[in-house]
Structures are given as C-alpha cells and as structure tokens.
C-alpha cells in the first residue's frame, strides 16, 4: 500500500515535508526489548542505503546521557504497544530538543503515535501473546521502508536498486512460509533434546547479531532459561570461557553468497565452541556444507539478501522458544512478572 503506480515508495502517513526528510543527517532510533532489536537491525541497512549515521539507543537511557540532538536529527520511536512509559519519556524529551519524531507502531491512535511528527503503521494486528513476535518482523520491515524512502528522496541509491529490494521484501512471506511449512519437527526435535539445559548462548554477526539478542531474549521470557546474545567476534573476548561439554550455543550464519568474510568468520566461531564440546544449533542457507559439518542441529533458511535474513532467521527461534516453553510446561502467551506493555518508568 505504501508503493504507488510507478512503484515509487509514498509514505502518507508521514506528516514532516519532503524538504525535511532530505535534511535530515543523523538518525536515532530509541525502543526498548524487541523494539530496540528490531532498531540494531534498521540501522545496518539504513546506513547501507542512506549514507547517514544511525545510533541506536535503549530508551530509558536515551534522555539520562544528554543526547546531541538537532533539527537534522530523525528520532525513529518504535513501540509495539505505543504505551511504553521510557520511549515515550523519550520522544518527549526529543521533540523538547527540535528534533522530529518519526514513530513506528503497531496500535492506532496510541500515546507514542499520538505525541510523535510522524507515524508508520505496522499493520500487524493486535499482538496478544506477552512474548513480541510478528511484530518484531514488522518493525524490521517498517524501518526498511523508511529506510528506502530516505534513499529514494536523498538519491543515494539508484532507483531500480530499491525496486529490486522492494521486491526482495514482498518476496519474504513466502520464505517466512516456507520456514513454518518446513523447519517445525527440527525445531522440535532440538526443544526435545535441549529442554533440560541450564543455559544457552546466541551468537551472531553483522544483521545476525541482533537476531541473536532477539532469540535468546525469547528464550529468557517464555521458557526462563538463562540466555545470553553475543556479537559472534566477542567469543573469545570473553564468553567462550562459558563453554563446555554439551553447551548449547545457537549461531546465526550469514549466507556465504554475501560478505564472504563474515561466513568464514562464523564458520570459524562454530569450529572454536564445537571443539570445546558444545552443542551447536545452526540458522543458516539451505546447502551451506560448512554448516553441516559441524552442527548438531540446523534451522535451514531459503536463499535471501543478506539484509533481508533477519525477517526470517528470527521466526525458527521464535518457535523454539515455544518448544522449549511447552516442553517445560509453562503458558507461552503469559510469560510470569511480564507484562505486555511497560507503562511506568
Ligand atoms: O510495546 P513496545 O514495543 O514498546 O514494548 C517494548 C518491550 O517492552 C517489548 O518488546 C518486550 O521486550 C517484549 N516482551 C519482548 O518480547
């Protein structure tokens, strides 16, 4: 809906003029949990695409560090509920210091959305479950469409570029799909294997690292296993010290087709904690043989951009996360102490 008759991107919902938006030369995105996931991944593509410089920042530490804000300053708010008291707290204190606030929300009509210069809809539907999970795809998809938007108006890329990446995104319910038709009784099956585990690491690079923060945080809220995400390059800077025989630790492996670099460094990661014993659960490309090698267990993805992985790497964790919060029997729609919005600071 967003795309017009010339397939050109077109945000109507998007009150800061034109002029603006091609002023703007840095970008903030403030979020908390997911929302602040789905903001680590926006900003490698975002400064991929637009050539600005994109910070990411918890919300609730947004405002307490004195944050150099401008009129050129884009502050993107993303929230799920819209009623998150700290990103809230955050936009106001943005908007206070001249900076445009562009929200990205999945409920009508919210404070968030409300308060903000600028909303973009996710249009996901309501979100029942405590556990944040389509949308989180959504808020991903959303920044990507701001993103080339940005591109679009400031000619960084060339226009047949983002078409060609616009039809990548429309390309990934079906791969998202695929995943839910394909991958269920391996995800299972490892929940099977796993349910006992005191323990897990997440691992991954480049767009992979967030899935990785976003995995494990699955983990932690519905089926209460301690879980850490790392960046895949901090192994040995210090969590590697935490794996022994039988660890779990779940790599995001970049497709090889991308940077190549990236995937030989995963690879390599895989081959340092396998060595030590742990148990390695793989998200990776159909047929990557490396990844076979060493796995116990692999997450298959069908081929996709690099950029575009995330929107499918997240949703095999999602559902392992169920797994293991079924296997223990616990409700996976009501996690305890969470609530589903965050409405005090
Ligand atoms: O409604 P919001 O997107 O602002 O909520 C932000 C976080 O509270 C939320 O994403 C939380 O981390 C979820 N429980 C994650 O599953």
Known sequence: GRLDDTGSINLDEVRIDEHDFTMIDKIIVIGCGTASYAGLVAQYAIEHWVRIPVEVELAHEFRYRDPILTPRTLVVAISQSGETMDTLMAL????????????????????????????????????????????????????????????????????????????????????????????????????????????????????????????????????????????????KHGPIALVDEGEPVVFIVPPARGRNTLHAKAISGIEEVKARGAYIIAVAEENDKDVERYADMIFWRPECPTLMSPLVDIVPLQLFAMDMARQKGYDVDKPRNLAKSVTVE
């Not at 679009?152 to 983002?162: C, P, S």
């Open 92 to 235: 106001r204190h943005a908007r206070e210091q001249g900076s445009k606030v562009l929200a990205i929300c999945n409920t009508q009509g919210a404070s968030i959305p409300r308060e903000a210069d600028a909303v973009l809809y996710t249009h996901a539907g309501p979100e029942v479950a405590v556990a944040s999970t389509k949308a989180f795809v959504a808020q991903i998809t959303a920044t990507y469409v701001l993103g080339l938007y940005l591109a679009q108006l400031k000619g960084t890329v060339f226009r047949d570029e983002i078409r060609q990446t616009l039809d990548s995104l429309k390309a990934m319910p079906a791969k998202i799909q695929w995943v839910l038709d394909t991958q269920p009784d391996r995800v299972q099956r490892a929940a099977e294997q796993l349910q006992d585990a005191q323990s897990f690491l997440f691992l991954g690079r480049h767009v992979g690292y967030p899935v990785a923060l976003e995995g494990a945080l699955k983990l932690k809220e519905i089926a209460y296993t301690f879980t850490e995400g790392f960046a895949a390059g901090e192994l």
